[in-house]
């Protein structure tokens, strides 16, 4: 644990940010260690001091709550300082300087595809298990440890609780705010897409898929769109349009619009899909399309939870102790 | 620190208060993660809490709970709502004591109250409106919640003839619920004076 004493950093040296929220990279003063420090200022639009920020709230509680774990982003410390009179929180984690994207642009081979999404899918098991859903996976959001060869989940900044028990129907789910605007377009599931305020861990389960597909193409599955509209289309261009037989209520979400409904992709049989879809991830064996494709299933409810996809054929003969 | 009358009395309150801020707008499980949290921070204190310290806590655990649970934020409970009480100093007092709370419990919420349970065990057995209990940390939220649901639909307790099978997701045993259920009949039937009614009692209980 670190205090905020023991922390320094550059001003100069911002590794990422997302509106008022900056990354530093920092050292710990008695290790050396380097560490990344999170900063979220306090963005209070009436002018009037609101207590802690939302979102760092609900960040560091899930990080107590998830770390450590070897596929999960190690939570160091959080505290406040002085900033003119204001607080401004910081979080402490472990710096990591590679992320999955940067990695999926040096090609991957089938073997670290597979190894590493067998270490994607231990996190996001890890994150059910303890009902956090993380609701903006992508290939920047999972960071890479090059020394261990592992991956590590990061950015919860948009994790929520999910409902509880799990494997309920809709009408039991939770509700949150539709379609997670600050998250990635091209990893969103349709039922983001479609504004659904009734969804839940399998919502994770879509991008996951998005970034195997990344990993074996070695480029973004679904490009994105500038809206959630025309990000269906790119979808369905793919998969087919959905139906009420695959997907029942799918014509009733909110956002479902009658440009959809045009669209018409009409892919009559399953193997259809599953030819569209080896189309554009040639390089995935047989085990993995289907794997692929119980992570891309439309009906939220029917796709393959993270628990299950461990123990998917894909990875039977993958070297479980050299992960 | 000892859990006196007086403190017993104060956190009645508190939780009162909290519901009654909560209505309407709050979801449930917004309320039970604030009333947890204020159990959670009585229990690590170790010096008096003040009738006063408590009503501050009660606006900081349901300000906390509702920055993590809700979707759309209460801005109803901040303009010239209840959270401005701790808010119109130039302290900043609810920022410190939102602070304080949340370092005492080392930044741990619990998450998964019964209520999580509740509703969806409740609507399992009946569409009807069904009565809300408080809970205890001593059992598991989902055992809780089964139990309450039961003693609350007046199931056949005494017999043990309920049937957990609805419940079959939640993978608990009749003897966790029972262990409840029995500790709640032993209370309700010294609370009547151990007049029992022949009918079934009207409310679920308050665990």
Known sequence: ?323 | MKFTKELKDGRRGCINWMLKKAEPGLRDSTVFMAIHMLDKYLSTVKEEVSVDKLKKLRVTCLSISSKTEESNFPSHLWDDGPFSLLDNTEDMSLHKMESEVLEKLDWELCWITPWEFTDYCATKLSSKDYDKGINTIAHSPSVIAVAAVIVGFNLKIADMQYDLEPFNLLNITQGQVQSIVSEYQVEHAMSQGRQRRKGRPQRAPAF
Not at chain 1, 263 to 289: H, I
């Open chain 1, 1 to 323: 644990m670190f205090s905020g004493r023991e922390v320094e950093w550059d001003a100069s040296n911002r590794i990422w940010s997302w509106e008022k929220n900056i990354v530093y990279k920092g050292k710990c003063k008695d290790t050396g260690e380097d560490v990344a420090v999170k900063q979220i200022p306090y963005d209070s639009s009436k002018g009037k001091f609101e207590g802690i920020h939302p979102n760092l709230i609900r960040e560091v509680t899930i990080l107590r709550r998830l770390s450590p774990h070897q596929y999960i982003v190690q939570f160091h410390n959080t505290f406040c300082v002085n900033d003119n009179k204001r607080p401004l929180w910081n979080i402490v984690f472990e710096y990591l300087s590679c992320t999955l994207k940067q990695l999926i642009k040096q090609k991957l081979d089938p073997s670290n595809v597979k190894r590493l999404i067998y270490q994607i899918l231990s996190g996001v098991a890890h994150c059910h298990s303890h009902s956090v859903i993380h609701r903006n996976l992508n290939s920047e959001s999972i960071l890479f440890e090059e020394n261990s060869r592992r991956i590590k989940i990061a950015g919860f900044g948009l994790s929520r609780s999910c409902s509880i028990p799990f494997g309920v129907e809709e009408k039991f789910l939770k509700s949150y705010s539709p379609g997670v605007e600050a998250a990635d377009i091209s990893y969103q599931p349709p039922e983001f897409l479609l504004l659904s305020e009734n969804y839940s861990l399998s919502s994770d389960m879509w991008s996951v898929g998005c970034i195997f597909a990344e990993m074996a193409r070695g480029d973004v599955l679904f490009e994105a769109n500038s809206c959630s509209v025309s990000q269906l289309s790119e979808i369905f261009s793919v998969l087919g349009t959905p139906t009420e037989a695959d997907w029942a209520g799918v014509t009733s979400y909110i956002g479902w619009e009658e440009e959809l409904e045009a669209l018409d992709y009409n892919f009559t049989s399953k193997d259809l899909t599953l030819e569209a879809l080896k189309a554009k991830v040639p390089a995935l064996d047989v085990d993995g399309m289907d794997l692929l494709s119980q992570m891309l299933t439309y009906n939220p409810s029917e796709r393959i939870t993270a628990k299950k996809a461990l123990d998917h054929a894909y990875f039977k003969n993958l070297d479980k102790t050299e992960l």
